[in-house]
């Protein structure tokens, strides 16, 4: 028994990133396979009742050809396509004045990319093109020289505080701060915006709000709902540059929860589980993320600032064909050799003694 428990834990350690790539192959296919059973009805039922009213609306009015009847909702439904307000053509909404331009900008730079709104003309697509390529590295590098000038202040003098003056140890430390900043952050970027999201747009209810706050701040950005739409221009484009701002604060905030839960010694050990430690040793010396040094920290000081090393992936012993990625002490020095004895010094039983 204890040799077939071996084994399996020796097949398991070496085979773990391969159970890992298949247990992801069989979480997708389990969402595919939920969204089918959840949504499938309820769009059967969206087909059979477009398909009903058009057929009742023809009864009802024979002057009307059915050719151009389908002619006009395929233009009604590519303009839609588009972001151009169908049933209020004749109004003040426009997708590309400069707020709404400035929103879309700051959705395709964060990624978010909501797809209501889109280039119409070849020169517009064209830029686009052009623009992304430069906007969004720029805008990615950015995120990231924030979001490591945050974290000394956000997550490591908090982790030091709670280390010093609860005597907690390193590692619990930081994931009780890791829990404590994921909570806030929950509250103060998801719950909260979405109450508020809920109370101006009279057509969502909390859920509706707190979906759309998730999709923008995880860039995932469907576009199903947008704010502002339902109300006039002035309350639009407010509503358009407060979600500009609250994307991108809420991208770098997001970014430094990312960053304190990646430098959790446990999510280091999880990584190890599934790729081994040369492996994550080799992926550590291009990891940007920092983590906080306490080892070089002394206790008694708390109003110090906190040292940084890099990564702890890297931090365990490298491969002995590599040099280690961690500034080295220079080599002491050898110490002087000793002074040659005299010869009138020496014992008599010496061999250099003369009169041996």
């Given amino acids: 028994m204890a040799r077939c428990v071996d084994s399996t834990k020796k097949i398991l350690r070496d085979h773990a990133f391969l159970f890992l790539l298949f247990g992801y192959i069989l979480f997708v296919i389990f969402g595919g396979l939920v969204f089918m059973a959840l949504e499938q009805s309820g769009e059967n039922y969206l087909v059979t009742e477009v398909h009903d009213l058009r057929t009742t609306f023809l009864s009802e009015n024979l002057c009307i050809q059915e050719k151009?009847?389908?002619?006009?909702?395929?233009?009604?439904?590519?303009?839609?396509?588009?972001?151009?307000?169908?049933?209020?053509?004749?109004?003040?909404?426009?997708?590309?004045?400069?707020?709404?331009?400035?929103?879309?900008?700051?959705?395709?730079l964060t990624t978010t990319g909501y797809g209501t709104t889109m280039p119409l003309s070849d020169g517009g697509r064209l830029f686009c093109i052009l623009y992304c390529m430069l906007g969004i590295p720029v805008t990615l590098l950015l995120l990231s020289c924030v979001t490591h000038a945050l974290l000394p202040w956000v997550t490591g003098r908090p982790v030091l505080h709670l280390q010093t003056r609860w005597g907690l140890s390193k590692s619990r430390a930081a994931l009780t701060y890791a829990c404590i900043l994921?909570?806030?952050?929950?509250?103060?970027?998801?719950?909260?915006?979405?109450?508020?999201?809920?109370?101006?747009?009279?057509?969502?209810?909390?859920?509706?709000?707190?979906?759309?706050?998730?999709?923008?701040?995880?860039?995932?950005?469907?576009?199903?709902?947008?704010?502002?739409?339902?109300?006039n221009k002035a309350a639009r484009q407010g509503l358009e540059f407060a979600t500009s701002c609250y994307l991108v604060v809420g991208l770098v905030v997001l970014l430094v929860v990312l960053e304190t839960f990646w430098a959790l010694p446990q999510v280091q050990a999880l990584i190890r589980v599934f790729t081994g430690p040369r492996s994550t040793e080799l992926k550590g010396l291009n990891l940007d993320e920092m983590v906080q040094d306490w080892d070089h920290t002394c206790p008694n000081s708390p109003d110090e600032a906190p040292e940084y090393a890099l990564p702890i992936s890297t931090i365990s012993p490298c491969p002995p064909d590599m040099p280690s990625p961690l500034p080295q002490p220079p080599p002491s020095p050898l110490p002087p050799p000793p002074p040659e004895r005299a010869e009138e010094d020496l014992p008599p039983d010496h061999p250099a003694d003369p009169k041996k």
């Fill in 68 to 108: 151009r009847l389908d002619i006009l909702l395929r233009e009604v439904l590519s303009a839609g396509k588009s972001g151009v307000a169908v049933l209020e053509a004749d109004s003040d909404q426009y997708n590309f004045d400069f707020t709404s331009s400035l929103f879309f900008v700051t959705t395709f």
């Fill in 182 to 231: 994921a909570g806030i952050t929950g509250v103060v970027f998801f719950l909260l915006p979405a109450i508020v999201l809920s109370v101006v747009e009279r057509d969502w209810n909390f859920l509706e709000a707190l979906y759309f706050c998730f999709i923008s701040l995880s860039t995932i950005g469907l576009g199903d709902y947008l704010p502002g739409r339902a109300h």
